[in-house]
C-alpha cells in the first residue's frame, strides 16, 4: 500500500538555522505530494504542494521539490524563524483511485531565538 | 482561515456515551474526508463523502458512522465511546477537478473519561 516515511524528531534549531526534513514515499504512478504543519493547539494548514516529478513547491520561504527517482519529497528552507516552530507533515495523495490522503508520522520543530 | 468548520472545538464525555461531531467543508467543495489525529497512531484516514454518498472508507470502527446531507455539511457519529477513543478528528475539504489539496478545519478535541 502507499505509505510516507518521514524523519521523526523532534528537531531543535536555532533562529536563521537551515533546515531539512526528509520525507520518502512509497506509491504507484506519479502520486501528489504535500507538506502541511500543525501550529500549538491549530489545525492542518496546507504549506506547500508538488503534482509532478521535478515540480518544486514553495511558500513562506519553504520549499520542497518532487524527486521521482529518489521517491523523495524533502523539505527545507534557509533561514528559520521562532514563529516556525511546528509540527510538519509529509503526505502523498495517489494517482487516480482513492482521494484520501496518507500522512507521515510528522516532525516537531522547535526554534529557540 | 482555511473555510472549513468543525464544532464543537472540544468534547468532553463518559464512556459508554454517543458523541456527533459536525463539519462544513469550504463554499463549493463537494468532497469531505473525517481523520483521526492521536499520539500512537498519528493522521489515519476514516472516510469520505462526495456529494452525499460514501466513496471511501478507512480505518473507521463500526461504532463510527458519518454521514453528509444536502446541504453538503457533515456529521461523524460515534458512540459507546471507549477511553482509547479520545483523539482529535479533523474534517478536510476539497474540489473536485485537477486540485488535489485538501483544506482542514481546526479540528475537535474528544476526551473520553
Known amino acids: 500500500g502507499n505509505s510516507v516515511t518521514q524523519m521523526e524528531g523532534p528537531v531543535t534549531l536555532s533562529e536563521e538555522a537551515f533546515l531539512t526534513i526528509n520525507c520518502t514515499y512509497t506509491?504507484?504512478?506519479?502520486?501528489?505530494l504535500f507538506w502541511y504543519v500543525q501550529y500549538p493547539g491549530e489545525g492542518l494548514q496546507l504549506l506547500l504542494k508538488?503534482?509532478?516529478?521535478?515540480d518544486k513547491g514553495s511558500n513562506k520561504g519553504f520549499e520542497a521539490t518532487y524527486r521521482k527517482e529518489t521517491t523523495s519529497f524533502h523539505l527545507e528552507k534557509g533561514s528559520v524563524q521562532v514563529s516556525d516552530s511546528a509540527v510538519y507533515f509529509c503526505?502523498?495523495?495517489?494517482?487516480?483511485?482513492?482521494?484520501?490522503?496518507?500522512f507521515g508520522k510528522g516532525t516537531k520543530l522547535t526554534v529557540n531565538p | 482561515d482555511s473555510g472549513v468548520t468543525q464544532t464543537p472545538k472540544h468534547l468532553i464525555t463518559a464512556t459508554g456515551q454517543r458523541v456527533t461531531l459536525r463539519c462544513s467543508p469550504r463554499?463549493?467543495?463537494?468532497?469531505v474526508y473525517w481523520y483521526q489525529q492521536s499520539l500512537d497512531q498519528g493522521l489515519q484516514f476514516l472516510i469520505q463523502?462526495?456529494?452525499?454518498?460514501?466513496?471511501a472508507k478507512g480505518n473507521i470502527l463500526e461504532r463510527f458512522s458519518a454521514q453528509q446531507f444536502p446541504d453538503l455539511h457533515s456529521e461523524l457519529n460515534l458512540s459507546s465511546l471507549e477511553l482509547g477513543d479520545s483523539a482529535l478528528y479533523f474534517c478536510?475539504?476539497?474540489?473536485?477537478?485537477?486540485?488535489?489539496?485538501?483544506?482542514f478545519g481546526q479540528g475537535t478535541r474528544l476526551t473520553v473519561v
Open positions: 463554499s463549493g467543495d463537494l468532497s
Open positions: 463523502y462526495y456529494n452525499g454518498e460514501e466513496r
Open positions: 503526505a502523498l495523495r495517489a494517482q487516480g483511485g482513492s482521494e484520501k490522503l496518507v
Open positions: 478536510a475539504s476539497s474540489s473536485a477537478g485537477a486540485r488535489p489539496e485538501a483544506f
Open positions: 506509491a504507484t504512478g506519479y502520486p501528489s
Open positions: 508538488a503534482t509532478k516529478a521535478d
